[in-house]
């Protein structure tokens, strides 16, 4: 999308700061049901559905190059936990902050056609256009940082079986039998190697205890 194109007023993630004014200092708080758009969250890990109602607090204050908008969204976020893949939901609160600039703009509002050499100091700014901001990069932002990257559905969830892949937190005496004997084979190895390493160590201690009686 070109960082000018046209915000239709009738797109909920749109707001309107006419009433708003520009007198600095001028507050304003305003909430908001909207219908979550596509692909909000963390794609292929945890996201909030597309249609889910997300709650927007918005407060919007006019400063002196713009106007600062202050927020919070919630929604309910669904995803699988990355160690059992057990589908999990999340209360998602996310908080942003975002000032949105006065354009460089003629008398009626419109905004005038962006010089190329501002072109790369402005491409981190938001700005308003005909007084109006569009939330959603905003809120996308902010929905990705409260997100957990390693989504888990307990703290300790203890995973998968490895041999078996049976989730082991419905099952903690979980266990199989070959695998036990073979244990059992291993740990029996393992006890006579330590045999002969405790064997080889006495044996070089009595070799160090002679050198230190010379
Ligand atoms: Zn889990
Ligand atoms: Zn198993």
Not at 32 to 61: F, H, W
Not at 62 to 71: A, F, P, R
Not at 191 to 197: H, I
């Amino acid at each position: 999308m070109a960082p000018h194109a046209r915000l239709d007023h009738r797109n909920p993630l749109v707001f309107d700061t006419h009433e708003l004014g520009r007198r600095p200092g001028a507050l304003q708080r305003l909430t908001r049901e909207i219908s979550a758009p596509r692909d909000l969250g963390i794609q292929g890990v945890i996201g909030v559905p597309e249609g889910n109602p997300v709650e927007l607090e918005l407060r919007l204050e006019s400063v002196m190059e713009g106007v600062l908008v202050t927020g919070t969204a919630r929604a309910t976020a669904e995803g699988e936990c990355v160690r059992c893949l057990e589908p999990l939901e999340l209360e998602l609160e996310a908080d942003f902050q975002e000032m949105f600039s006065y354009p460089d703009a003629d008398d009626r509002g419109r905004v005038k056609a962006e010089p190329a050499d501002d072109a790369e100091e402005d491409e981190d700014r938001l700005f308003l256009e005909d007084g109006l901001f569009d939330l959603e990069p905003v809120l996308r932002d902010a929905v990705v940082l409260a997100l957990p990257m390693q989504p888990v559905c307990q703290e300790d969830c203890p995973g998968l079986c490895s041999q078996c892949g049976a989730r082991l937190a419905d099952d903690p005496d979980h266990h199989h039998d070959a695998v036990d004997i073979r244990w059992a084979a291993l740990q029996g190895l393992a006890g006579s190697l330590e045999d002969g390493e405790k064997d080889e160590m006495s044996g070089a201690e009595a070799g160090v205890d002679e050198k230190q009686e010379k």
